[in-house]
Structure formats: structure tokens, C-alpha cells
């Protein structure tokens, strides 16, 4: 294969500024941490590095490797994001895996067009032969600018191409230079879980950043017109400025309780329901704390999480299984296996259950033993991780956890 390699050095085996190896006073990890954070075993067999002189850029390599035939890749953030974090882990774990000697160029452009596009002219001019769309507001970016262009794209942490116009349907490629991943799931088969949480539901309100479009068209939107086709009575509590999430999350969610208990007074057919915007997810303190006894629900697995901040359960897919699925078209693509535009949107199924049992019990939930069965990451009465990543955890004598069978 052309993207092997074997554990010496690689030092100037990769001709160019973009990609020569880190300069000796190039700065630490801690020196760019406020928008770029990854797993702590990355560094096991990635060096990771600020770029000399521009605070925004991070250069990856393989660790100590020498290059039979190095690959070069370009990935575009619009801003720093958690989920952006859970997404470069993911994906550099799954190219070590592959072991794919493949240099890796990170760009924050900071929401500036303009300087994204000026990252892809730099790419085109030093020959990277993959692009990484980095979230739904890059994606948007490059289909509108790139569509066509010279390297194949593949896009992570976007919302669904489909709903958002950028794709005619889920069983073609795109006949471009694009390879299209996708964070959501049918509604129909999400809402199809949500039904045998509540078979009785009668108001589902439904919290979204209104600023963040992709949110909107692709969880908010879709939601809705499920709920008014049924007689649900769907309530969208929008946060209008993300800066004062909070205090517009406090009283759409007391208002909202407030209107359900009209007809559910004790709330048994009424929940919550969090989309994938950041400023929103971010407060599941602030939902929870005025949610009364409905459930927290949420399309971001990782909203499910240790503790009493956490959503109920989530139904949708995480970002670890969207990046996963996303590195896996990289790769192929990246090792000219497959063209980018022949590649079927990537859909992850079945979906990501995550379930907070700690949560449930506080406000008298019951969880559908098939939900159990099913969960990915379930953490229990203590708010403690029981599984996590479909395995099952038991305490070790000494307080740590250990995996059983």
C-alpha cells in the first residue's frame, strides 16, 4: 500500500513549508489548547505542533515514522468546538490504526472566508490531496467555493446534506469532489425511539440556537412538521443570542413547563429535546435544573454524560461514530480506492443511545429494557460510567475500572 510506513524518523522526508516538520521553537501543546484539544493518547503516535508564527495552524505528523510516501491532508475548523475535538481524535485514532503515513495540516480560519480561502489556495499550490470540512459551517463554505475543485473533500460534524439541499438524496454520490458524511438520523426512525419512551406524547419543545442554521433546517425544522402531522404540540424554544444562552434557556424552559403542566400536570407525556447546537448543550445544567420531571432528551450522545449535568438519554449519532465513518472515506479516498463524488452520504445505524439512569431516577423516568440493551455509554444510579463505548465497566477493588465480558 502507498500510505505504510515504519517507525523511524521522518524528519525532512516532505518537501515544502506547509508540510517540513515542526521548527524546534515551535510552541507547546498548552500554546494553542483554547481551540485545539484532542485525546490524550494522541500523542502515542502523533506529534502535534503550532505552526512558527501563526497562532491558528497546528501541523500533525506520525510520530517518529519514516514516509515510504507521505499523503497530505488539509483540514479547515471554523472556530474551536468540542465536538471538534472528539472528531480529531477520533479520526487520527482510526488513520494510526491504518496506519496511514499522513501529514496532517489543521487550519482555524475563524470564521474569515476569506482566509479559508486563502488556506485552499495554499493547499492547491503545495499539492494536499485531501480537504477536511470541519463542521456544517465549513461544509457550507466549501460546497459553495469548492464544489468542483481540484482536491476531494470529505466533510465531519456536519449536519445532514439532504435536508440541507446540498445532496438530491442519501443513495448517490455527489458527482463531485465531495464526499458527504452525515450527524443525523432519520426523523422518523429517531422519532419511532421517542414514541416507545412516551407512546402517550402529547408536547415535545425542542431547544435550538436560532443563529445556528444548520440546527434549525436539519433537528428543529424537521421535528416540528413530524409533531403537527401528528397532533403533537411541538414547541420550539429558540435561543435568539448565544452569548446570553443561559439566561434565554431559563425562562423558555420555565415558561414551557409552565404550559405543559396545563394538560400534563405531571409532565408524564412531555420532553425535552436538545439539538446539536453548542450553546445550547453547553447549559444542560440550566435545562435541568427548571425541567421539572420531564425528561432531557437529546440528539447528541455526548450530552449523556457522568454526573447530574447530563441529559436523561440521548437517540442520535456521537461524534466519535460520524468521525469514525468520516476517516474511513478519508482513507479510502486519500489511497485513491474510491472517488469522492462516488461515495453514498455516511450514514452511521443504528444509532448512538446513551442513557443517564442517575437523571432518570431524580425525576421518575423509566427506561425501556431494550434502550438498555442497545445503549452505547449507559452511567448508573451514582452517575458513575457503567458502560462506555458498548463496554461494560466494573469496579476494580483499588477504585479504578476495569472491562468484563
Known amino acids: 500500500m502507498s500510505m505504510l510506513f515504519t517507525r523511524r524518523s521522518a524528519a525532512g522526508l516532505i518537501g515544502g513549508a506547509l508540510f517540513a516538520p515542526p521548527p524546534a521553537s515551535a510552541q507547546s501543546r498548552a500554546s494553542f489548547a483554547d481551540w485545539f484539544k484532542y485525546g490524550k493518547d494522541v500523542e502515542r503516535f502523533w506529534s502535534v505542533s503550532e505552526v512558527e508564527g501563526d497562532a491558528n495552524r497546528v501541523l500533525i505528523r506520525p510520530l517518529g515514522m519514516e514516509l515510504s510516501s507521505g499523503k497530505r491532508m488539509m483540514v479547515l475548523y471554523p472556530r474551536a468546538s468540542s465536538a471538534y475535538d472528539s472528531a480529531i481524535t477520533k479520526m487520527l485514532d482510526v488513520f494510526d490504526d491504518k496506519n496511514m503515513a499522513v501529514w496532517i495540516d489543521v487550519v482555524n480560519y475563524a470564521g474569515s472566508a476569506d482566509r479559508a480561502r486563502e488556506a485552499i489556495r495554499e493547499a492547491e499550490r503545495n499539492g494536499v490531496d485531501l480537504l477536511v470540512a470541519m463542521g456544517s459551517e465549513s461544509t457550507a463554505l466549501l460546497w459553495q467555493d469548492y464544489k468542483g475543485g481540484r482536491i476531494p473533500v470529505v466533510t465531519v460534524c456536519a449536519k445532514d446534506p439532504v435536508t440541507l439541499a446540498q445532496m438530491q438524496s442519501y443513495d448517490v454520490g455527489s458527482g463531485t469532489n465531495f464526499a458527504f458524511t452525515s450527524l443525523n438520523m432519520p426523523i422518523d426512525a429517531q422519532m419511532g425511539y421517542v414514541h416507545q419512551l412516551r407512546p402517550n406524547l402529547k408536547h415535545l419543545a425542542v431547544l435550538v440556537d436560532e443563529t445556528n442554521v444548520s440546527a434549525v433546517e436539519t433537528q428543529?425544522?424537521?421535528?416540528?412538521?413530524?409533531?403537527?402531522?401528528?397532533?403533537?404540540?411541538?414547541?420550539?424554544?429558540?435561543?435568539?443570542?448565544?452569548?446570553?444562552?443561559?439566561e434565554e434557556l431559563r425562562e423558555h424552559v420555565r415558561r414551557a413547563v409552565a404550559f405543559m403542566q396545563r394538560n400534563d400536570k405531571e409532565l408524564q407525556n412531555s420532553v425535552f429535546w436538545i439539538t446539536g447546537s453548542t450553546s445550547v448543550f453547553n447549559e444542560i445544567k440550566t435545562i435541568n435544573a427548571e425541567a421539572g420531571n420531564a425528561p432531557v432528551l437529546s440528539v447528541v450522545p455526548e450530552v449523556v454524560r457522568e454526573g447530574d449535568d447530563s441529559a436523561t438519554l440521548s437517540i442520535g449519532i456521537s461524534f466519535d461514530s460520524n468521525a469514525h465513518l468520516a476517516a474511513i472515506y478519508a482513507a479510502d479516498i486519500i489511497d485513491r480506492k474510491v472517488e469522492a463524488g462516488n461515495l453514498k452520504v455516511g450514514l452511521v445505524s443504528p444509532p448512538d443511545i446513551a442513557i443517564n439512569f442517575r437523571r432518570a431516577r431524580a425525576i421518575g423516568f423509566r427506561v425501556p429494557f431494550n434502550f438498555f440493551e442497545s445503549a452505547t455509554n449507559i452511567y448508573d444510579y451514582e452517575g458513575k460510567p457503567a458502560r462506555i463505548n458498548g463496554v461494560m465497566l466494573a469496579e476494580r477493588r483499588n477504585g479504578g475500572a476495569a472491562a468484563v465480558r
Not at 424537521?222 to 443570542?241: C, F, M, T, W
Open 220 to 246: 428543529a425544522k424537521p421535528v416540528a412538521e413530524y409533531g403537527s402531522a401528528r397532533g403533537i404540540r411541538v414547541l420550539q424554544l429558540g435561543v435568539k443570542d448565544p452569548r446570553n444562552a443561559r
